[in-house]
Nanobody, 120 residues
Framework: QVQLVESVGGLVQPGGSLRLSCAAS????????MRWYRQFPGKERELVAV????????NYPDSVKGRFTISVDNAKNTVYLQMNSLKPEDTAVYYC?????????????WGQGTQVTVSS
């Protein structure tokens, strides 16, 4: 059974930092592509970071580039999202996502989501 369990988000002041984690189980973590998305109220989820667990290649949209860093710990089957210089407009529900290949079919899994609020 695949599980993606995210850490609790929280309330952070503007300019502050927060690290989210997502513990994965039920699939071969080192072969998955891991992503973090966020969702604003009434909007579609948007991608904020992606990493290939095997090779460590990362990519970010311009809105978070230079402030957010995605990383993995393959020994712990965990993906992290380090968020620095947070802005009120980063307030959203953040979701962990895994794309897993099995016998030529791509399966997509989601974490439960965690609220991040940036406010003074």
């Amino acid at each position: 059974q695949v599980q993606l369990v995210e850490s609790v988000g929280g309330l952070v002041q503007p300019g502050g930092s927060l690290r989210l984690s997502c513990a994965a189980s039920g699939f071969t973590f080192s072969t998955a592509v891991m992503r973090w998305y966020r969702q604003f109220p009434g909007k579609e989820r948007e991608l904020v970071a992606v990493i290939a667990s095997a090779g460590g290649n990362t990519n970010y949209p311009d809105s978070v580039k230079g402030r957010f860093t995605i990383s993995v710990d393959n020994a712990k089957n965990t993906v992290y999202l380090q968020m620095n210089s947070l802005k009120p407009e980063d307030t959203a529900v953040y979701y962990c996502n895994a794309n897993v290949q099995r016998f030529g079919i791509t399966y997509t899994y989601w974490g439960q989501g965690t609220q991040v609020t940036v406010s003074s």
